[in-house]
């Protein structure tokens, strides 16, 4: 009963840790990250990192 609890208690500290790491501007606005787009190529990025068209000149 209690390991029950404390698993619970962990889940609920994973999912809080989560949403702190998305860092959701609004509680009304849940939703997914939307992925920015490269501008020079289009491509999806999903890190903050510049996409490798910018990285290599030419
Ligand atoms: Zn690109």
Do not use: E, H, N, T
Not at 13 to 38: D, E, N, Q, S
Not at 39 to 57: A, I, V
């Amino acid at each position: 009963m209690i390991l029950k609890i404390v698993m619970l208690f962990l889940v609920f500290m994973a999912v809080l840790a989560m949403f702190g790491k998305l860092r959701v501007p609004g509680i009304g606005k849940v939703g997914l990250k939307k992925p920015k787009k490269c501008k020079s190529c289009g491509r999806y990025l999903f890190s903050d990192d510049p996409c490798s068209c910018k990285s290599r000149k030419g």
